[in-house]
């Protein structure tokens, strides 16, 4: 990887996508920005300027570096919101259900992660193939030890990714050397918070596992430090398959469904990101849509773990739309790729009846997501004053796709074909923070 320096003027040529606002609540006119040849320009982290080519290279100062991805598309950074590092090493690995699969690797796996330096070892091949993949932002699970947190944002903070990374806390239903209790889970998501406040872009999430690991006075502990931090980000798995639905409602009787168990203990607000929720109904969506929480939608998992198909449209009824973005979930989760995720995503939407865009399908990986983790003001758009995290895709990058793009007959049809048969080979560049991670090298001069 080749990197240039993030306090000079840089800026980047090609032609760019970025989303004004939902192409699922608003017509695509409105909802998509495409120039054919724009130009991004950087400084010291944020985007400084950006439109089309003629009107910003006459103002660029002399001597700013410049790269030029003729063919190519730039993007806003893609934004994983739900996945698990310390799973990266039991992925694809074949169970009967979630609970099953839960029990016979994860909980084994997560267990090695008190080991600091194990935990540095998978967080930096975690964080290098994600950004190998164009990811710039992601919402992480790492284990109860505290370690595995200080190991994944020691590797963010160095690479300038945006992380957001949690605790788990779970003090039931787990291996005993995977349990906190309710006043260590708070205690160390307390110090964690404290030790990582304005380190980078690192920012830490209060992690109830799922309702079932967390008892009753955990849940309420959580709720409270959630109290305390109101801008805290929250995640957590909710509705993801039948038997774990039917444990929750034997966990808690007293509750009307999944939903009102975060609910009733304030875990259930903006910010909020909750993996899964496929088999929602429509009370609880009213709810996630009320209270600003929203619902990360992980295909390849969902497909992987024969969870289900989430109806996105579902989610996104304009009379009470849920914010939802896309996430992997490794190692449920089948690869760490953003386009092969939003393939899958396509087809769970064919399998409620739904044909979505590559539009609607895109926007859930950069604005949707930023949405969903509450960061629509620093990432997921391409626009003056955001966090220059860019990805530069080249939609041509195998013998397929060389092909199939002579035929793309437009820009939608391009996009379409690019998400569904694209991955790694087709991210060109990350850029993170201004910073220019080059995967190939791109056609030099103006
Ligand atoms: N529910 C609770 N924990 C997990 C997890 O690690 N992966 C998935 N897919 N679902 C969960
Ligand atoms: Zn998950």
């Not at 035929?407 to 850029?431: E, N, V, W, Y």
Request: proline share 6%.
């Amino acid at each position: 990887m080749n990197a240039n320096r993030a306090s000079e003027v840089t800026a980047i040529r090609g032609p760019m996508l970025s989303f004004r606002a939902d192409p699922w609540l608003v017509p695509e006119s409105e909802a998509v920005e495409y120039e054919s040849d724009a130009v991004v320009v950087m400084e010291n982290g944020l985007i400084r300027e950006v439109g089309p080519a003629n009107r910003i290279l006459p103002g660029l100062p002399p001597g700013a570096a410049l790269t030029r991805w003729k063919d190519h598309l730039i993007l806003p950074g893609f934004i994983d919101c739900h996945t698990h590092y310390p799973q990266t090493d039991m992925i694809a690995a074949r169970g009967n259900d979630l609970l099953d699969w839960l029990n016979r690797y994860t909980f084994v796996e997560e267990q090695a992660f008190a080991d600091a330096a194990h935990a540095r070892e998978v967080a930096a091949f975690f964080l290098d193939e994600q950004l190998r993949h164009g990811v710039t932002t992601a919402s992480v699970f790492c284990t109860s030890a505290p370690e595995s947190v200080e190991a994944l944002l020691t590797e963010a903070v160095r690479r300038q990714m945006r992380i957001l990374a949690g605790k788990v806390c779970m003090d039931r239903n787990a291996p005993p050397a995977l349990l906190d209790t309710p006043e260590r889970a708070v205690g160390e998501t307390r110090s964690l918070l404290a030790r990582w406040r304005g380190q980078g872009r690192a920012e830490v999430v209060i992690t109830p596992r799922f309702a079932p690991t967390s008892s009753e006075e955990q849940l309420a502990a959580l709720g409270a430090l959630a109290a305390e931090f109101p801008d805290a980000p929250i995640q957590s798995h909710i509705s993801e398959q039948s038997g774990e639905i039917a444990w929750v409602n034997r966990l808690f009787p007293n509750d009307a469904d999944y939903t009102a168990v975060y609910a009733r203990h304030g875990l259930l607000r903006k910010r909020a990101v909750y993996g899964h929720g496929i088999h929602l109904s429509e009370s609880e969506l009213c709810r996630f849509a009320e209270s600003g929480a929203a619902i990360a939608h992980c295909p390849t998992s969902n497909f992987f773990l024969g969870s289900g198909c989430l109806n996105v449209r579902g989610l996104k009824n304009p009379a009470r739309p849920v914010k939802t973005g896309l996430a992997t979930d490794v190692g449920a989760g089948t690869g760490f790729s953003i386009l092969q995720t939003l393939n899958e995503a396509y087809k769970a939407a064919k399998m409620n009846g739904v044909s979505p865009t590559a539009f609607q399908l895109l926007y859930l990986a950069t604005r949707g997501s930023a949405e969903a983790l509450g960061l629509e003001k620093r990432i997921g758009t391409i626009a003056p004053g955001m966090e220059a995290d860019l990805v530069v895709l080249d939609p041509a990058a195998t013998p397929l796709t060389a092909r199939r793009m002579k035929s793309a007959c437009s820009l939608h049809d391009q996009l379409f074909a690019l998400m569904t048969l694209g991955d790694d080979r087709h991210t060109a560049a990350t850029c993170l923070a201004g910073t220019l991670h080059l995967n190939r090298k791109p056609k030099s001069g103006m």
